[in-house]
């Protein structure tokens, strides 16, 4: 069972940067995808950023530039740097962990949140502009 513990949202001001701090525990397997995600009342879950166990990463459009996911496999830790923070960032945001997508052509990961079966509890984002 893997366990994902979040930490580091927060208010901040348009402009403003924060870094989420996500510590995972539990067996993470070799093709385990990690990433982040958020959700607003009302709307789907959306994959921000999700990483490869080799490294590789993808970003939604609307963060590209702006967020950076990186990890600590030593300190079993995932971040997410966000810089450039604005009023539509508003979110509760979540660690997740999934195996990677299989097609013919493949297994990779995706920002699809019906891929991840493992998640935190959530941390709150708030922007004010």
């Known amino acids: 069972e893997v366990r994902l513990v979040e930490s580091g949202g927060g208010s901040v001001q348009a402009g403003g940067s924060l870094r989420l701090t996500c510590v995972v525990s539990g067996t993470i397997y070799r093709d385990y995808c990690q990433g982040w995600f958020r959700q607003v009342p009302g709307k789907e879950r959306e994959g921000v950023a999700v990483?490869?166990?080799?490294?590789?990463?993808i970003y939604a459009d609307s963060v590209k530039g702006r967020f950076t996911l990186s990890k600590d496999n030593a300190k079993r830790t995932l971040y997410l740097q966000m810089n450039s923070l604005q009023p539509e960032d508003t979110a509760t945001y979540y660690c997740?962990?999934?195996?990677?997508?299989?097609?013919?052509?493949?297994?990779?990961?995706?920002?699809?949140?019906?891929?991840?079966?493992?998640w935190g509890q959530g941390t709150q984002v708030t922007v004010s502009s």
């Open positions: 990483i490869d166990s080799d490294g590789g990463t």
């Open positions: 997740a962990a999934g195996f990677r997508a299989t097609d013919p052509a493949g297994a990779y990961c995706t920002r699809q949140s019906w891929e991840y079966n493992s």
